[in-house]
């Protein structure tokens, strides 16, 4: 009889009091996000069933069409962090501004905000394919007792708190860090309980995978493409599988898994590229790093950059630290 895995909620309460968290309340919060999760993942187990698939009929603040499911699952998150009354902010892809929430009890006086991608890989939900939600946590600068600013979601990803993705895959997955390494959690539909399946998650040193829209080819800078023929080079233990999903939370976690990089550059399409810093890199990058890979903009860490907007893109280089070390070579 193999060891049951461990829940997540016995998981939390051992890390909480492993990692001595001040309080339960990034626990709380940690929590909140699996429940809403839960609820996101049967409907988009069910999308083609009941009309939640295709066009929203609105765009967002990305200028992109919202699809029904980002709009469902934006909502779903947001109600269920502000019902829990254990943020004072939340900032999502999906708003055109920050939320300020105010608790029931005292005005502002829970002491983390959340940053989130609800429906990440939106471009797939019609297709059957996987999707998946980000988030990240800060603590607040702003004092206890005041309304939230923009400044205390304007902060580097190095500050982050907490970070994690759900993939709505051939299985559900909760994959997260405190800071303290990463774990991954997968649920068992039949009992709605997340059961510890990935332990300690490392990401391979290096990979034979790259992932890049290469569709985009022709306006990428040269560096990205000299990387490119690098990958195709009949040479060395090359030329590299490529894989891509075009989710990002998908893409990252099988080469989480299997070893690889992801890149979305920069382009004469995308200026910055089309990935958001604050509630995209930031926490995938401190998942990343957290595993043992690493996350740059070709140039620079993603965790160190000060953001100036709540919906800047960054390029993204990110996966297995000796693919990523060659890729910022092309780069220079
Ligand atoms: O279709 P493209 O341009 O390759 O972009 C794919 C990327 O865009 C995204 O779908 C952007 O995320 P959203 O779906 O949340 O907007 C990523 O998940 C994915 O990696
Ligand atoms: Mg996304
Ligand atoms: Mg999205």
Known sequence: MTQPHQTLGEFIIEHQRAFKYSTGELSRLINSIRLAAKVVNHE?????LVDILGQHGETNIQGEDQQKLDVYANKLFIETLINREIVC???SEEEDSFITVQGHNKAHDNKYVVLMDPL????????NVSVGTIFSVYRRITPIGQPVEMKD???PGNQQVAAGYIIYGTSTMLVYTTGHGVNGFTLNPAIGTYYLSNPNLKFPETGQIYSINEGNYVHFPQGVKDYIKYCQEEKDN???TSRYIGSL???IHRN?????IYIY???SKVANGKLRLLYECNPMAFIVEQAGGKASDGYRRILDIQPTELHQRVPFFCGSKTMVEKAEEFMK
């Open 256 to 260: 989480m898994i299997k070893g690889g």
């Open 249 to 251: 939370v998908s893409d």
């Open 89 to 91: 902010g939340i900032a």
């Open 265 to 267: 550059p920069k382009s």
């Open 238 to 240: 090359r030329p590299y």
């Open 44 to 48: 988009v187990n069910k999308a083609g």
């Open 120 to 127: 990440d890989g939106s471009s797939n939900i019609d297709v």
């Open 153 to 155: 979601f304007l902060q």
